[in-house]
């Protein structure tokens, strides 16, 4: 059975940074898609970025691009979501999720079957 970890959250003043990391164990499919959401309290779960297997294709919420960058390390079966210019309104549980998500849906909460246990990010003003 595949595990996802997440790691890396914390505390942050605001304009500050954060990386977040995605780690994969057990057995995992070919061209497996790797993604961020994030749920705030009150809210919705919400897509952040997502990668392609290769690493190719990057997506990103409109109301995160230009601040965090998506990556991956297939070598280390590891994702990472770098946040920087973090602002009160990013405070969320953040989790990870892999699946062999076609590109075309991988903003879709519902497109993937593993999801780790989410890491607490917290931005004060």
């Known amino acids: 059975q595949v595990q996802l970890v997440e790691s890396g959250g914390g505390l942050v003043q605001a304009g500050g940074s954060l990386r977040l990391s995605c780690a994969a164990s057990g057995r995992t499919g070919k061209r497996s898609a790797m993604a961020w959401f994030r749920q705030a309290p009150g809210k919705e779960r919400e897509f952040v970025a997502a990668i392609s297997w290769s690493g190719g294709s990057t997506y990103y919420a409109d109301s995160v691009k230009g601040r965090f960058t998506i990556s991956r390390d297939n070598a280390k079966n590891t994702g990472y979501l770098q946040m920087n210019s973090l602002k009160p309104e990013d405070k969320a549980v953040y989790y990870c999720?892999?699946?062999?998500?076609?590109?075309?849906?991988?903003?879709?909460?519902?497109?993937?079957?593993?999801w780790g246990q989410g890491t607490q990010v917290t931005v004060s003003s």
């Open positions: 999720a892999a699946g062999l998500v076609p590109n075309i849906v991988v903003r879709n909460t519902t497109a993937y079957d593993y």
